[in-house]
């Protein structure tokens, strides 16, 4: 219910924030006035201001949505938390695009009318129809013509001026028609005529820089598609694979609204408060959880295991799960560690505190200015980085150094400042993962806020101090530098001292990945090109492992793109990965947090959070966005520029891109077909949120009212395999028989269905059918104990039913089935025994060894009367 109600929410607002910020520009209540007017609003400028405004605005708020979403739901971790946003953001999204679109559309078709791209600005009357045109005011980029002024100017030939509106930025261009000269005093003749060379090709950083956002938004979409062409050609999960269509799919609309975003100021800065509130909210609901009590479950995983965790327990914040919400950590701290850091950099050139450059201004503003950045950076670092100490991740920690060591890699002069900047703070948050250990993450709600809140303030004043005395010629610099290594050196040996206490051998979480690595390999072998679907692991690692070992996540994105992609997934991965890494290789403050994300997720399962998608596409995007904005910085404004140029035809005009028909119809074609497909998500994600809505009512109901709902569940979602199978014990053998034939139509080989299945043949139908299918039921869960025990007892209590009826043959059958299946299991208990792992406890049991006796009889007594029957 809450989801929809943001849902509808984001409805109103797209619906009516586009009309009513054109009627306030249209009214001229923007607050800009017209530089040649001195009016306000009305002019189609302020409307394309309006227009991009709404759109970033839209834009932003529909990413920060999706993203506070993801972080109070487990980071979309179950698919019930997925379905309602699946159903409802992708439509949402589309929507305010094309809203905003044909908005936009309409005032450059109000603006350019005609054959020309500008707009004539008329400031006299008309004489026979033709309008008398003046020069604008005095001290703009024309003059008046005094011989000429008489109230109206009727020289229209070189006396109109233009003004061009560029639809990303909404900047004013002014321009000369074609073959216009620049002066009334200067002949045509002098000016050289415009052609087609006046359109300059774009640079090829602007090319690759476009190719590379295109490369970003087509990686999810392909991605969508391999798994929507896996459904096609019959999944192992048809409902794994609609899960992981509909992840894809909304993260490709999020990063077409990121990308629409960027291309504004307003829309920058939105995205940079999703980024940050979305990090904050992570780490302080986290620390508060530890440090002040906070309920939240799930918030801290304990084990009494010191290889999963120093002090026997772990923070996993709102995601539940301390290796993923370890990296996000390390990304949000190494994203505010280098901005502080290149907050500090410039003071490089501003000489000592104090001190005026010869020649130069005094660098006291730009100074304070500096430091002031570096300590809103420092500000939140703290909780970051004692967030990434209490989750214990490993391997966050090393995905962390190898960000930090790319940063530093492509701006070496960032390391004195990264050492100044990250030294209290790392110190600050040692000290308090050490005092917190102490207390198994537990400490009283008093003294632990009062201990977090004494290092967080302690962390902020030093940084800033260390900051302002390591800057290049600052005095004492040297000291500085020797007290942040210190301070390294120190929260180093406070983290990793109980380590090295305890022994650093191999590690038996490590050991069991290699396993699940090895066997997924060979899984993966099987369908080495297009893969076999969404959640493929989850669904057969029972049937494929090679130990009793517990696993269901195969603890590696590569692998898991690869189970269900194939190689192809894999490749249009890597070329997003590529395409993200090219946009913010010139940004070390955006490229560490891209690194983290890539290389923790690479070997965890890290995509199975849609959170941790939907962040790694706002580094490069924001590092672009810099990246431009620092580029346009040093070009000459619009509006001067072509003022002292000789004008072109309106086709060449800066603010118009005309388009062949044919380009303009497959835009159209590709925005119908985008239409269809989030409709068709949308639908899809709305059957299947109604069918788990419907399956999760049915839990807490008696046994008639809970088959109906599952009935109904069934109706709108048939892919769903628990709901099939917790409908077909409701029902009768045969009827259930019929709910299980369907299921399996959608799961080939979920464990859970064929053991359903084969218990019911057991008890209605021929014994050649059911111990057929008990054996396939057995083959997909193999190191199951207990379903090696109950198929001993079900063909053993099947057996002496038939001889109760009479049917030897049937009896014998099932005896000499039931004898078989204990030599099997016996033999594959004992090879378990000599395995390293056994994590299921998968030992012959005492009820097993006590059912051979009783099978061996019957086998023996349907065989004796059988022989005395025979004439």
Request: proline share 7%; glycine share 10%; hydrophobic share 50%.
């Amino acid at each position: 219910m809450k989801a929809a109600a943001e849902a509808a929410f984001f409805a109103v607002l797209i619906k009516a924030a586009p009309r009513r910020l054109l009627k306030d520009a249209a009214s001229g209540k923007t607050g800009r006035k017209s530089a040649r007017t001195g009016k306000e609003g009305g002019s189609m400028r302020l409307k394309q201001r309006a227009i991009a405004l709404n759109a970033a605005r839209l834009c932003g708020a529909l990413t920060g949505a999706l993203l506070l979403g993801a972080t109070v739901n487990a980071g979309f971790y179950f698919p019930s938390d997925l379905y309602p946003w699946a159903a409802c953001w992708p439509a949402c999204a589309f929507f305010a695009v094309w809203r905003v679109q044909a908005e936009r559309r309409t005032a450059q078709r109000r603006a350019w009318q005609g054959s020309a791209a500008g707009r004539v600005r008329k400031n006299g009357g008309s004489e026979n129809g033709v309008p008398r045109n003046k020069y604008p005011k005095d001290g703009d980029w024309a003059k008046r013509d005094p011989e000429n002024d008489d109230g109206g100017n009727r020289d229209t030939e070189n006396k109109v001026w233009w003004e061009d509106s560029d639809p990303e930025n909404g900047d004013s261009v002014k321009r000369l028609p074609e073959n216009r000269t620049l002066r009334a005093d200067v002949p045509a003749a002098d000016v050289p005529a415009a052609g087609p060379q006046a359109a300059q090709p774009q640079p090829p950083a602007v090319r690759r820089a476009a190719l590379c956002r295109g490369m970003l938004l087509a990686c999810p979409l392909s991605l969508a598609g391999c798994y929507a062409l896996a459904w096609l050609r019959g999944p192992v999960s048809a409902q794994g694979t609609m899960n992981e269509l509909l992840r894809w799919s909304l993260c490709a609309a999020f990063a077409a609204a990121v990308l629409a975003a960027s291309r504004s100021r307003e829309g920058r800065r939105l995205l940079l408060l999703a980024w940050h509130g979305t990090g904050l909210l992570l780490a302080l609901s986290g620390l508060l959880a530890v440090c002040a009590g906070l309920p939240l479950p799930g918030a801290v995983l304990r084990s009494s295991s010191p290889e999963i965790s120093t002090a026997g327990a772990r923070l996993g914040g709102l995601l539940q799960y301390p290796n993923t919400y370890g990296a996000l950590m390390a990304a949000f701290a190494l994203e505010r560690l280098l901005a502080a850091a290149e907050a500090l950099l410039p003071l490089a050139a501003a000489g000592p505190t104090g001190q005026p450059q010869s020649g130069g201004k005094k660098p006291g503003r730009r100074q304070d200015s500096g430091f002031a950045a570096a300590a809103a950076a420092l500000l939140t670092l703290f909780p970051y980085a004692a967030a990434l100490l209490l989750s214990e991740s490993r391997g966050a920690w090393a995905a962390g150094a190898a960000g930090l060591a790319a940063a530093l890699c492509v701006r070496p002069r960032l390391a004195a400042p990264v050492l100044a900047a990250g030294a209290p703070a790392a110190l600050a948050a040692a000290l308090l993962w050490r005092a917190c250990t102490a207390w198994q993450l537990a400490p009283p709600p008093g003294p632990g806020l009062v201990l977090m809140a004494g290092l967080w303030a302690g962390a902020v004043c030093a940084g800033c101090g260390l900051g302002r005395r390591a800057a290049p010629a600052a005095r004492g610099r040297g000291a500085a530098l020797a007290a942040a290594a210190l301070g390294w050196a120190a929260a180093a040996g406070v983290v990793l001292l109980p380590a090295a206490a305890r022994g650093l051998g191999p590690s038996s979480t490590a050991a069991a990945r290699g396993l699940i690595a090895r066997d997924a390999w060979r899984l993966a072998a099987e369908a080495p090109w297009l893969g076999r679907g969404g959640e493929v692991w989850r669904g057969v690692y029972r049937a494929v492992q090679s130990s009793p070992y517990v696993g269901s996540q195969v603890h590696s994105g590569v692998l898991d793109l690869l189970l269900g992609t194939g190689a192809a997934g894999l490749a249009v991965a890597g070329a997003g990965f590529a395409a993200a890494a090219g946009l913010a290789a010139a940004t070390p403050r955006w490229l560490a947090p891209l690194i983290v994300l890539a290389a923790h997720a690479a070997v965890d399962f890290d995509g199975s959070f849609l959170l941790v998608p939907l962040l790694t596409v706002l580094p490069p995007v924001l590092a672009a966005a810099e990246e431009s904005r620092a580029e346009d910085a040093s070009f000459v404004l619009p509006g001067v520029l072509p003022t002292m140029l000789p004008s072109g035809p309106a086709e060449y005009s800066p603010g118009h891109n005309p388009k062949r028909p044919w380009v303009r119809q497959a835009g159209y074609a590709a925005a119908g077909l985008g239409g269809v497909c989030l409709l068709g998500i949308g639908m899809l994600s709305f059957s299947a949120w109604r069918g788990e809505t419907l399956s999760r009512q049915a839990a807490g109901l008696d046994e008639g009212a809970a088959r109906d709902r599952l009935v109904a569940a069934l109706e709108w979602n048939p892919r769903d395999p628990s709901a099939a199978a917790r409908l077909a014990r409701l029902l009768p053998a045969g009827e259930g028989l019929a709910v299980l034939e369907r299921g399996l139509r959608y799961s080939p080989e979920e464990p859970r269905l064929h053991w359903l299945r084969a218990v019911l043949l057991l008890r209605s139908a021929a014994p050649e059918p059911a111990i057929a299918a008990l054996e396939r039921s057995l083959e997909l869960d193999r190191f199951s104990a207990a379903k090696q025990t109950e198929a001993a007892r079900l063909l053993l209590e099947a057996g002496q039913r038939c001889a109760g009826r009479g049917e030897l043959g049937a009896a014998r059958r099932y005896a000499q089935a039931g004898r078989d299946e204990l030599r099997r299991y016996a033999a594959l208990a004992a090879d378990a025994g000599r395995l390293a792992r056994n994590d299921r406890a998968f030992v012959w049991t005492p009820e097993a060894a006590a059912l051979a006796a009783p099978l061996e009889r019957l086998e023996r007594l349907t065989a004796a009367r059988t022989a005395r029957s025979i004439p």
